[in-house]
């Protein structure tokens, strides 16, 4: 079992990957965490690549995630006659509600509404910004405009309105019902697509619940009401994704790095995940080898502090699933031998008002002047890795949880590595000795090496971490 790798990465699951094979080499390769995009497929696609999923990565001894990336609202156009229409510069072109096939002239909408959303002056964006409508003006069920920048358009692409606005719900009938199906397949993740506020974070969350689930919740920041509003839609998730496709759509593509790097930052100061997604292996779908331009991208989101970096078209569909896995992995290696460790900086700037906060600080505190080997956090929660894990001390973290949906919500969290400890002791002696003997058999570390325990005490108790032990492996004792 590899624990080098600090940055966890995100594979989405499609045609390319349905076989067992693809699927354990992938696995093999580095992916921690599968993405299952409701987008696509049926509910019944996703139960079987799961259960095919936890298959192999059983037999590998890994602990691979499950994310499940709601659709949401995604604005769409309707269907043309032949399937697609060339739209030049300068010609006029419709909107209409009305329409059932689409033509040279004209073409259907899946979400009507987006009449009252916009009038003259608007720009519309068209598959992704390939294709530039202005509004010239609006009429009953029809949008006027005129192509600015025009190309080939096909079925069923999106459309984004320039600097947002679009009043789609986050949450849409499809996106409650695959809520469900998220609970039933024991999803670790939720990503929701398309959040405006808080609110709409804390309205999935009731619906998570109330299916059952205690999946983590992401946000995946892709509209640009989304940017002021970071912030209480923080609070309100466990973590964001930069989604940077739509989102650099909406706010213009010479934006998004800069709003990268302040997410990233914001989130870990907020104690919350990142996943940088979108296009970061895009060449990768076709060709063995990534472009010079995506291995600085995939690199620099590494130094930003991302937690992780996903894969979407390139393992869900493309021609070399492994070999990109196996990329992305060498590159978040060596970015991180260039990452800064700024512990002390760090300290200076934070207030602790809780104990099992303050006992994560000083864990990594310590283990970063002691220079020790690894940092074990014995947690039921997985709070106390979390919390570590928002600092680059430059010492691995050791999730020890007796409790198998613990390990799994950690295989997300940059520089932590989850072991799967069964509580057989009830006294802290005999537990750490036994996380020691965990430790050994995992490679984590070997006999004269330092380790940082951090542990709750009464034993078992979820947010209870009120003790740190310095132990050397292979001597009875430590340090309380």
Known sequence: ???????????????????????????????????????????ADHRQRVELMRNCSRRLGRTVGVMVDLQGPK??????????????????????????????????????????????????????????LDVERVEASEIHTRVRQGGDLSNNKGI?????????????????DDIKVAAEINADYVAVSFPKSGGDMRMARELLKAAGSDALLIAKIERAEAIPALEDIMHAADGIMVARGD????????????????????AREHNKLTITATQM???MINNPVP??????????????????????????????????VEAMARICL????????TLDRHFLDRVFTRIDQSIAMAALFTAHHLKVKAIAALTQSGSTALWMSRLNSGVPIYA???????????????????????????????????????????????????IVFTIGEPIGTPGGTNTMKIVRVGEHGGNA
């Open 1 to 43: 079992m590899s624990m080098q790798r600090s940055t966890k990465i995100v594979a989405t699951l499609g045609p390319a990957t349905s076989e067992a094979g693809v699927l354990t080499r992938m696995i093999a390769a580095g992916v921690d965490v599968v993405r299952l995009n409701f987008s696509h497929g049926t509910a």
């Open 291 to 324: 472009t010079r331009a995506e291995v600085s991208d995939v690199a620099n989101a590494v130094l930003d502090g991302t937690d992780a970096v996903m894969l979407s078209a390139e393992t869900a569909s493309g021609r070399y699933p492994v070999e990109t």
């Open 75 to 132: 604005i769409r156009i309707g269907k043309f006659r032949n399937g697609r229409i060339a739209l030049r510069a300068g010609q006029s072109f419709i909107l209409d509600t009305r329409c059932k096939q689409g033509s040279e002239e004209r073409v259907g909408l899946d979400y009507p509404e987006l009449i009252d959303d916009v009038k003259a002056g608007d720009v519309l964006l068209l598959d992704d910004g390939r294709l530039v």
């Open 334 to 341: 060596e970015a991180e031998k260039s990452a800064e460790v």
């Open 400 to 450: 020890l949880t007796p409790e198998i949906r613990t390990r799994f919500k950690v295989s997300l969290f940059r520089d932590v590595y989850p072991l799967l400890m069964p509580q057989t002791h009830t006294d802290r002696d005999s537990l750490l000795r036994a996380a020691e003997q965990t430790l050994i058999e995992a490679g984590a570390v070997e006999p004269g090496d330092l």
């Open 281 to 283: 292996m895009e060449s």
């Open 247 to 266: 989102l650099a759509v909406e706010v213009g593509d010479a934006a998004v790095p800069a709003l990268q790097k302040r997410m990233i930052r914001l």
């Open 160 to 176: 984004n309105r320039q600097g947002g606005g679009l009043s789609a719900p986050a949450l849409t009938p499809k996106d409650m």
